[in-house]
Protein backbone atom coordinates (compact mmCIF):
# COMPACT_ATOMS: atom_id res chain seq x y z
CA UNK A 1 0.00 0.00 0.00
CA UNK A 2 1.16 3.41 -0.57
CA UNK A 3 0.18 5.70 1.39
CA UNK A 4 -0.11 9.78 0.59
CA UNK A 5 -0.82 12.31 3.08
CA UNK A 6 -1.67 16.04 2.84
CA UNK A 7 -3.19 18.70 3.88
CA UNK A 8 -0.64 20.21 7.09
CA UNK A 9 -0.11 23.87 7.23
CA UNK A 10 -0.07 26.55 9.82
CA UNK A 11 -2.80 27.41 11.13
CA UNK A 12 -3.63 30.00 14.74
CA UNK A 13 -4.67 28.47 17.83
CA UNK A 14 -8.67 27.13 18.06
CA UNK A 15 -8.28 27.11 14.31
CA UNK A 16 -8.99 23.87 12.50
CA UNK A 17 -7.17 22.01 9.38
CA UNK A 18 -7.98 18.37 7.65
CA UNK A 19 -5.75 16.19 6.78
CA UNK A 20 -6.49 13.45 3.74
CA UNK A 21 -4.39 10.27 3.03
CA UNK A 22 -5.03 8.69 -0.24
CA UNK A 23 -4.14 5.26 -1.02
CA UNK A 24 -2.79 3.01 -3.71
CA UNK A 25 -1.92 -0.48 -4.57
CA UNK A 26 -3.12 -3.39 -2.08
CA UNK A 27 -6.54 -3.52 -1.42
CA UNK A 28 -7.30 -0.49 1.16
CA UNK A 29 -10.34 -2.27 2.64
CA UNK A 30 -8.16 -5.05 4.08
CA UNK A 31 -6.64 -2.65 6.43
CA UNK A 32 -7.34 -0.24 9.52
CA UNK A 33 -5.97 2.96 8.94
CA UNK A 34 -4.27 5.17 12.07
CA UNK A 35 -3.08 8.80 12.07
CA UNK A 36 0.41 9.13 14.19
CA UNK A 37 2.21 12.21 14.62
CA UNK A 38 6.01 13.32 15.62
CA UNK A 39 6.90 16.56 17.04
CA UNK A 40 10.53 17.83 17.03
CA UNK A 41 12.80 15.72 19.96
CA UNK A 42 9.90 13.33 20.43
CA UNK A 43 8.90 9.95 19.84
CA UNK A 44 6.29 9.10 17.36
CA UNK A 45 2.91 9.02 19.05
CA UNK A 46 -0.76 7.36 18.28
CA UNK A 47 -3.32 9.91 17.26
CA UNK A 48 -6.62 7.97 16.32
CA UNK A 49 -7.47 4.97 14.45
CA UNK A 50 -10.67 3.81 11.95
CA UNK A 51 -11.45 0.40 11.76
CA UNK A 52 -11.56 -1.27 8.08
CA UNK A 53 -14.99 -0.50 8.00
CA UNK A 54 -15.29 2.93 9.10
CA UNK A 55 -17.75 2.01 11.52
CA UNK A 56 -15.59 2.13 14.47
CA UNK A 57 -12.84 4.61 15.92
CA UNK A 58 -10.70 5.60 18.81
CA UNK A 59 -8.63 7.72 20.11
CA UNK A 60 -5.74 9.55 21.80
CA UNK A 61 -6.81 10.96 24.94
CA UNK A 62 -4.81 14.21 23.83
CA UNK A 63 -7.11 14.75 20.57
CA UNK A 64 -10.65 12.74 21.93
CA UNK A 65 -13.35 15.40 21.26
CA UNK A 66 -11.33 17.30 19.02
CA UNK A 67 -10.12 15.34 16.38
CA UNK A 68 -12.56 13.06 13.92
CA UNK A 69 -11.22 10.35 11.65
CA UNK A 70 -13.03 9.36 8.86
CA UNK A 71 -12.40 6.95 5.46
CA UNK A 72 -14.39 6.74 2.78
CA UNK A 73 -13.32 3.44 0.72
CA UNK A 74 -14.70 4.20 -2.44
CA UNK A 75 -11.91 6.84 -2.70
CA UNK A 76 -9.58 4.82 -1.09
CA UNK A 77 -8.83 8.21 1.28
CA UNK A 78 -8.69 9.01 4.87
CA UNK A 79 -9.35 11.82 6.56
CA UNK A 80 -8.22 13.56 10.18
CA UNK A 81 -10.36 16.70 11.12
CA UNK A 82 -8.61 18.58 13.71
CA UNK A 83 -10.74 20.80 15.49
CA UNK A 84 -9.69 23.58 18.26
CA UNK A 85 -5.60 22.89 17.62
CA UNK A 86 -3.66 23.97 20.20
CA UNK A 87 0.31 24.60 20.02
CA UNK A 88 1.29 21.52 21.52
CA UNK A 89 -0.79 19.79 18.39
CA UNK A 90 2.41 20.84 16.49
CA UNK A 91 4.13 17.79 14.61
CA UNK A 92 4.52 15.56 11.10
CA UNK A 93 1.32 13.94 11.11
CA UNK A 94 1.63 10.25 9.03
CA UNK A 95 -1.01 8.00 8.18
CA UNK A 96 -0.64 4.77 8.37
CA UNK A 97 -1.91 0.89 7.58
CA UNK A 98 -2.27 -1.97 10.03
CA UNK A 99 -3.92 -5.19 10.33
CA UNK A 100 -4.58 -4.52 13.90
CA UNK A 101 -7.38 -1.89 14.55
CA UNK A 102 -6.92 -2.04 18.42
CA UNK A 103 -2.99 -1.45 18.25
CA UNK A 104 -1.73 2.25 19.20
CA UNK A 105 1.76 0.57 18.95
CA UNK A 106 3.92 2.26 16.19
CA UNK A 107 5.91 -1.21 15.35
CA UNK A 108 2.17 -2.50 14.83
CA UNK A 109 2.18 -0.66 11.17
CA UNK A 110 2.71 -2.11 7.96
CA UNK A 111 2.70 0.70 5.97
CA UNK A 112 3.44 4.43 6.44
CA UNK A 113 3.25 7.50 4.44
CA UNK A 114 5.45 10.33 4.12
CA UNK A 115 4.01 13.04 6.72
CA UNK A 116 2.23 16.49 6.39
CA UNK A 117 3.42 19.37 9.10
CA UNK A 118 0.77 20.90 10.98
CA UNK A 119 1.77 24.07 12.54
CA UNK A 120 -0.10 25.69 15.29
CA UNK A 121 0.50 29.06 16.14
CA UNK A 122 0.23 30.55 19.72
Known amino acids: VQLQASGGGLVQTEGSLRLACAAS????????MNWFRQAPGKEREFVAA????????HYADSVRGRFTMSRDNAKNTVYLQMNSLKPEDTAVYYC????????????????WGQGTLVTVSS
Open 96 to 111: AASKNYYSTAPNAVLY
Open 25 to 32: GRTFVNYA
Open 50 to 57: ISWSGGST
